[in-house]
């Protein structure tokens, strides 16, 4: 393995990326002449989301690509691009709302890990969705169809997902624990949160299901009429289904709408009956609110990784530092849980 | 002593530079970017106006909490160690109480338009006030 990321590192220096995308495309799509408007969307040092047009006969086609640049390999909790597309496809045919794969790259594409697909036209931007016009009839029933979409997800099952780990509560609790002890710093209502959890019977899982692992308004793509793709399926695992629930309503996704848990489009009872309606197992709303409770707290272990990022000269972001600063948000959701005053 | 302006007078002038002549001559990235400099300017110059104070009433209430004397640190090391033991728990008054105000006083600079924080807020105005405060 290592002899093979030393191959591949070399080449990638050796080879600008846009050239490799330019060879790539006219070997996956032959015919077609021209690629254009090559740009960076988003994603950090591990991994990069770039979009650029075919001319597809006498058309402009738009193409994603998710690569992770040869030599960075994917942390031990994330599912690697392989499997993420592997994960899109069998999405799709599940009746989950994703795009189509076009191309999971080869070594000789020399580009790295990852894959080509379709670009999917919508908003994802969470306050826009939560806020703007064009959504107000959808809205109110987000919720809802979120619940059927999580209901297919956990229903799936197919070759190429054995990579991916499996994670219950007493395991994911403790190693949420190793991840806020190494940060060093003392926080008393994380602490307290951690008992708290660990005393929780509710929390042992009854079922293990497929995952998504990061289920949120924000990895969604919506139009006027619905949900059209499930993204990001990098934190996907097997483990409680309710842990897909559950981090759905944390508060820091609700953007400000804090009396509609569900993401800030809805009610638990609204999610509950769409999971149900689709097939989902019944629903004790008691377990998503503690899947919630440790989703929250999870919320604020990452912000604090987002410090040990900045100072590694990672990712030397404002954005990064100030998310930093958010970890206080998921300490008053704890207390609004744990410790509510009257 | 040192002359004014002072920090906090500084650091506002900047953000209200970033806001006014900056911004506005942005697009895309580096206006998404700004507006993150903007917030994190106005985070510093709450910081300044409040630290002090918030920590000198944090450790007042560990040492009493504790029974003992030492750094925020090295109190708050302490208090992680008795809640991990089980040795202070949700049933102690006294901790849940230093834990809400210590927190209102860490969202009050962190993130003073954070929903839940408001709403938090208001009920802190609703105990002090009693019923009858319809404002």
């Known amino acids: ?229 499930v993204l990001d399926w990098e934190l996907a695992h097997f483990g409680d289904p309710m842990e897909d629930l559950g981090w759905l309503c944390v508060n820091s996704w609700r953007f400000g709408n804090i009396d509609k848990p569900v993401g800030g489009f809805g009610q638990l009872s609204e999610l509950i009956a769409g999971y149900e309606s689709a097939g989902g197992r019944t629903v004790d709303p008691r377990r998503v609110i503690l899947w919630q409770t440790l989703g929250t707290l999870r919320w604020g272990v990452i912000c604090l990784g987002m410090l040990a990022r900045y100072e590694s000269g990672k990712d030397r972001s404002i954005e990064r530092a100030m998310i930093a600063r958010r970890a206080s948000e998921a300490e008053i959701d704890l207390l609004r849980i744990i410790a509510p005053r009257a | 002593m040192q002359d004014r302006p002072n920090p906090v007078e500084l650091v506002k002038a900047v953000a209200n530079f970033l806001q006014a002549t900056v911004l506005p001559q942005s697009t895309g990235r580096q206006a998404f970017e700004i507006r993150i400099a903007i917030n994190a300017l106005e985070l510093v110059a709450r910081q300044l106006v409040h630290a002090d104070e918030d920590h000198c009433a944090e450790r007042e209430r560990l040492e009493e909490l504790l029974g003992r004397t030492g750094s925020l640190t090295d109190l708050n090391q302490e208090l992680c160690a008795r809640i991990a033991q089980g040795a202070v728990d949700l049933t102690d008054e006294r901790l849940i109480r230093h834990l809400w105000a210590t927190t209102m006083e860490k969202l009050a600079v962190d993130q003073p338009s954070y929903a839940a924080f408001r709403e938090e807020q208001l009920r802190n105005r609703g105990a002090n006030h009693g019923l009858q405060s319809s404002t």
Not at chain 1, 77 to 87: D, K, N, Y
Not at chain 1, 120 to 131: C, F, H, S, Y
Not at chain 1, 196 to 222: C, K, M, P, Y
């Open chain 1, 1 to 229: 393995m290592p002899e093979q990321i030393a191959q591949t590192a070399s080449v990638a220096i050796r080879e600008p990326f846009e050239s490799a995308v330019n060879r790539l495309v006219s070997r996956r799509f032959p015919g077609v002449g021209q690629v254009g408007n090559l740009a960076r969307l988003s994603g950090g040092a591990s991994q990069e989301t770039w979009s650029f047009d075919i001319l597809d006969g006498n058309d402009w086609r738009r193409v994603i690509l998710r690569r992770a640049p040869t030599g960075y390999s994917a942390t031990f909790a994330s599912a690697g691009l392989p499997t993420e597309a592997r994960l899109i496809e069998l999405a799709g045919k599940s009746g989950v709302p994703s795009p189509r794969v076009l191309h999971v790259l080869r070594p000789e594409d020399e580009l790295g890990d990852g894959f080509l697909m379709d670009y999917v036209n919508g908003e994802t931007i969470p306050r826009k969705i939560l806020r703007d016009a064009l959504y107000a009839e959808i809205r109110p029933r987000l919720a809802f169809e979120l619940g059927k979409i999580l209901a297919r997800i956990h229903a799936m099952a197919g070759a190429g997902l054995q990579t991916l780990r499996e994670i219950t509560a007493p395991a994911a609790i403790q190693e949420l624990h190793l991840a806020y002890r190494a940060d060093g710093c003392p926080r008393p209502v994380f602490e307290l949160a951690f008992r708290w959890l660990q005393g929780q019977a509710l929390l042992r899982s009854e079922a293990v299901t497929l995952v998504h692992g990061d289920f949120r308004n924000g990895n969604l793509i919506v139009g006027p009429e619905g949900v059209r793709a």
